[in-house]
């Protein structure tokens, strides 16, 4: 059994075929209803109410990733946990989200549905219809679910047209789906000026893939559109939850009788959410639509606003030239000081993070034209705000041009200026980036005991923020404190929605401590989620080299070396799968590509000796040990290694030069030392 893709022009045609498929949750998917989780929100509403009757610790375990993008899932399971980021007014908000973000709840929601569905053991087929018109949240969604859920448990039907489908989506429905064309049936009569046509189409919130509702609907009198979308709106604004606000009441106001009044707030609404949220995608749409709608000498803040988090929104979508372009927008429009100040910001923070190759000295022209702005605003209060924030983000410049106490310095004079100037309950959130600025400083100029104190004081102020758990579990494993690290981790997973880094470093801990199946389990997660995750792979094949399974081993290496062809940490391990095959000729193939990629990497100096030594060429295996010496300091093993090859050069007094510096070292295997030392010994002796 497979996943199922039924194309066809009309949703009547392949909601008809998808039935002939068994009965489901039908979840039409159009972006203009209710934003990003449209159709998503409709399937959990379907199984939500089962789920927390019969088995509510599957839902506790994935409540923040359920409700984090559809707040109105409260009704059925109560409200989650919340976040400091997400109290105070939106003005003074300073962490932000974005698709990164997003697509770890999205893990967590399929998580929680492939678990739903086998405690069910009932198979469930769900119809996510309109893909093409999905939002790009909501597309993702789907391949990721396409991909991880067993057809057997729970089937996806996705419906929709060939365009309009993201890269992402397109890929899953290639790959993990039997394509189906559904049977189209007769278009409707209508004539292309009849209103209740017009008035079916805009009830329907622009949905409607009628030709004859299209066609009549575009013929209408301007004046009656207009009418209509403002009746609409007004029908769907009173108790409207997020959905409607980022979905079909921007839609419907933009398009009513003022659209650069009601239009522009519904949108400048919408982007705020969005942004709220981390719906990238959405964020810049939101925000191209609020410039179109906005006229920028009458509405100057909101056009700025629209810009600025839109030209933001862009950067986690991989696209910092775009956002470049819009913050140039603004500033060849105006003159006012705050959009010069905050371009300046933005742009600083695309030389001195997104931009490749990065440029902190540009970063940091642009930002201190940002400090000297923020010096010359007017308003007392937002000056002393505004200095301190673009100072927070000199720091991140100083820090990345290697000027670690230049950083400190700065955060740690914001940081009192703050708490001089304002009340304790003025930019909380913001406050907390500074002391975590502060804190991560002091963990990176190794001053680890006041790390440590810093992050429980961020923990204790901000307790479901799981970032600080995992920088202070950190800073337990430098100490050595692995249980302490490993119940920060515990801790993180309990609260956060799926972070593959979380798991992963959760993993690396599991491993040093010993316990390999809990290491394996973490590992196995991140690559259900993540199957092109290359540390993982990596990490995961080591564990599984040295438990004895080559065969699993080297399937990870392929498959990582199928995404990253020139690691050379995984062409080493793949040598050395070889090796542990007597495979020597290929060993050594591998570990040749494993130094051509990294020619100072030990481990693969080492292991290319040993390939070398088997081959019957122990010069090349002296060459390789002597380098491995330099890089990593004496060591027993490999003097001993060394001195063997040596031995096999027919150089007995190289031989034992290495064999008695390598038994004046801790550590020594003396068993195997002192009969080659006696060998050796006898062929200078003459004996």
Not at 164 to 189: E, F, K
Not at 288 to 294: H, P, S, Y
Not at 515 to 543: C, H, I, K, Q, W
Not at 549 to 571: H, I, Q, Y
Request: with cysteine; aromatic share 6%; net charge negative.
């Amino acid at each position: 059994m497979r996943h199922l893709w039924i194309v066809g022009d009309r949703r009547a045609d392949r909601l008809r075929a998808a039935a002939e498929y068994g009965p489901g949750i039908v979840a039409g998917c159009h972006r203009r209803l209710r934003g990003p989780y449209t159709g998503v929100d409709t399937v959990l509403h379907a199984v939500l109410p089962e789920a927390f009757a019969r088995w509510p610790e599957l839902v506790e375990r994935h409540r923040i990733a359920l409700l984090y993008g559809i707040p109105e899932l409260a009704e059925v399971i109560g409200a989650g946990p919340r976040q400091l980021a997400f109290t105070g007014p939106f003005e003074q908000r300073t962490r932000f989200y974005g698709a990164q973000m997003i697509r770890c709840m999205n893990q967590g929601i399929v998580t929680f549905l492939t678990e739903y569905a086998r405690l069910a053991r009932t198979p469930l087929v769900v119809v996510f219809d309109d893909l093409h018109a999905a939002e790009e949240t909501t597309q993702e969604l789907v391949a990721l679910l396409l991909r991880r859920a067993d057809p057997a448990a729970l089937r996806v039907v996705a419906g929709g047209r060939r365009d309009g489908l993201g890269d992402q989506l397109s890929a899953a429905l290639t790959r993990h789906a039997d394509m189906v064309a559904a049977t189209p049936s007769p278009a409707s009569a209508g004539k292309p000026a009849d209103n209740e046509l017009v008035r079916a189409f805009v009830a329907a919130d622009g949905v409607s893939d009628d030709p004859a509702e299209i066609a009549a609907y575009d013929a209408a009198d301007a004046g009656l559109r207009r009418e209509l979308h403002d009746r609409r709106a007004a029908e769907l604004v009173p108790g409207a939850g997020s959905g409607l606000r980022m979905g079909a009441i921007p839609y419907h106001l933009e398009r009513g009788g003022d659209p650069g009044g009601r239009g522009r707030e519904a949108l400048c609404d919408a982007l705020k959410l969005s942004a709220e949220i981390g719906f990238s995608a959405a964020t810049v749409d939101f925000g191209l639509r609020g410039r179109e709608v906005t006229d920028p000498d009458a509405c100057p803040d909101d056009f700025r606003l629209f810009t600025s988090l839109a030209a933001n929104a862009l950067v986690p979508l991989h696209r910092p030239d775009e956002a470049y372009a819009l913050y140039m927008d603004l500033r060849t429009r105006y003159t006012d000081a705050r959009a010069h100040m905050i371009t300046s910001y933005g742009i600083a923070m695309l030389y001195t993070r997104f931009f490749t190759p990065r440029d902190h000295e540009t970063a940091l022209a642009w930002q201190n034209n940002a400090v000297a702005i923020s010096a010359l605003l007017p308003d007392p209060g937002e000056r002393t705000t505004r200095q301190v924030f673009n100072d927070n983000a000199l720091a991140l410049i100083e820090m990345h041009r290697g000027n670690l106490d230049r950083g400190l310095d700065l955060i740690e004079a914001g940081i009192a200026r703050l708490d001089q100037e304002l009340t304790p309950d003025d930019w909380v959130v913001h406050r907390s980036q500074l002391l975590y600025n502060k804190t991560r400083l002091l963990a990176a100029l190794g001053r680890h005991e006041e790390a440590y104190e810093g992050f429980t004081k961020l923990i204790e102020m901000d307790p479901y923020y799981t970032d600080y758990l995992s920088e202070r579990a950190r800073i337990s494993r430098r100490r050595g404190d692995l249980a302490a690290a490993l119940d920060d981790y515990d801790r993180a997973v309990a609260l956060a929605p799926p972070y593959p880094e979380l798991h992963y470093n959760r993993g690396t801990c599991r491993a040093e401590a010993g316990d390999v199946s809990e290491a394996l389990a973490d590992f196995g997660y991140v690559l259900e989620m993540e199957p092109d995750d290359v540390p993982t792979l990596f990490r995961r094949a080591e564990l599984l080299f040295d438990a004895g399974d080559l065969t699993a081993a080297e399937a990870d290496v392929t498959a990582g070396l199928a995404v990253r062809p020139g690691d050379a940490e995984l062409l080493c391990l793949q040598g050395m799968i070889a090796l542990e095959r007597d495979e020597t000729e290929r060993a050594a193939d591998r570990l040749d590509a494993a130094l051509v990629a990294a020619p100072d990497y030990a481990a693969a100096l080492v292991n290319r000796a040993v390939a070398r030594f088997r081959l019957g060429r122990p010069d090349g295996a002296v060459d390789d040990l002597t380098r491995a010496l330099e890089l990593l300091g004496d060591d027993p093993d490999l003097l001993l290694n060394r001195g063997l090859a040596h031995e096999a050069a027919g150089r007995p007094r190289q031989a034992v030069d290495d064999f008695d510096a390598a038994m004046s070292l801790p550590g020594a295997d003396t068993a195997e030392l002192e009969p080659a030392r006696e060998r050796c010994g006898r062929l200078l002796a003459g004996v």
